[in-house]
């Protein structure tokens, strides 16, 4: 895993010298553009697979989209990112890993989850009648080792969308469960 975000963090830096040197010339429009398509594209690819690495591997990351943020702002790197990152309206890397894992969560009890991870995923239904019986969660399964067995989809998913408020896990569309998920993770990671 250290490879790709090598990688990664590479590619994505020399995107941002490139834009960096063209940055006069575009707008704050284009720019945020750009840099959506060329450097968060990277870092949201199959990032739900770094869920669970530590904090140092993706504070690495953290700081890519910290300097894309200064770099479409036209900040210096003394000023601040948190209210960069705001005025952006982007979630910090760990809540766009945890944004995407809800929206698996969340396509698991809509069945528009392909066979292979739908499979590895099941519904908590309690033996007993308890109140957690009427809300949508899903069950936890035991892991053996904290270093692997706890960075499964397995164990991830079910961790991120029990976490949820009910209200949001209750939504009746996609698009309103988006909108109200990324509010809360926003008043999460900036409050």
Known sequence: MQNHISFVCKCAFFELRKISSVRSFLTLQATVQLVSSLILSRLDYCNSLLAGLPTEELDRLQRVQNSAARLILQKSKKDHVTPLLTTLHWLPMKYRIEYKLALLGYRCFEKSLPPYLSHSLSIYE????????????????????????ERTFRYQIPT????????????????????????????????
Do not use: H, M
């Open 126 to 149: 309690p033996s007993r009648s308890l109140r957690s019986s009427s809300e949508k969660l899903l069950r936890i399964p035991k892991t053996r080792t904290k270093t692997f067995g």
């Open 160 to 191: 991120v969308w029990n976490s949820l408020p009910s209200s949001i896990r209750d939504s009746s569309s996609l698009s309103s469960f988006k909108t109200q998920l990324k509010t809360y993770l926003f008043r999460k990671a900036f409050a």
